[in-house]
């Protein structure tokens, strides 16, 4: 039997988890591709280092900004690779995910929200969508290795 989660209008058919998902299921390191890691405390608070252009792409082109203008004119041109804030936990019949309220992008204050998916394949993964007109761009990310470095992909 497969599970499909659907997010975003992207439909994922994956195994069946041993039950609905848990902030235990989440918290901790889950580390993707290129080294990024995003770190998701028992206090609800997030952080997220080495973000990829992929990953900030879609939450810095919300709300009209296009072709780099928002990280030339609030970030001096250079894309940041960091985002904190806070996140909670979203469990519905029809997709799970993880609500990000993005408080800091690099070193400036924000608020705004982006949004994980979460996909149950031999464990649970973290998604997040790399085009916001394609959702089903997508990569993943998966418990980090406790001493090895990011091991995770893209579809």
Partial sequence: MTVMSVLG???????VPPGPVTEADVIGRWCGLPEEVVVLNAD???AITNASASFTGPLLEKD???DGYRVE????GVRPTSLSGTWTLRVMETADGVSLRV????DRKVD????????YDDGWQVTYSTDSASPEAERYMTRCAASAGPVAGSR
Avoid: D, K, M, N
């Fill in 9 to 15: 209008g992207c439909s994922l058919e994956s195994e």
């Fill in 44 to 46: 609800h608070t997030f």
């Fill in 64 to 66: 009209g900004y296009v």
């Fill in 73 to 76: 004119t609030e970030f001096g």
């Fill in 103 to 106: 408080r800091r992008i690099a």
């Fill in 112 to 119: 705004e929200g982006h949004g994980l998916g979460l996909e």
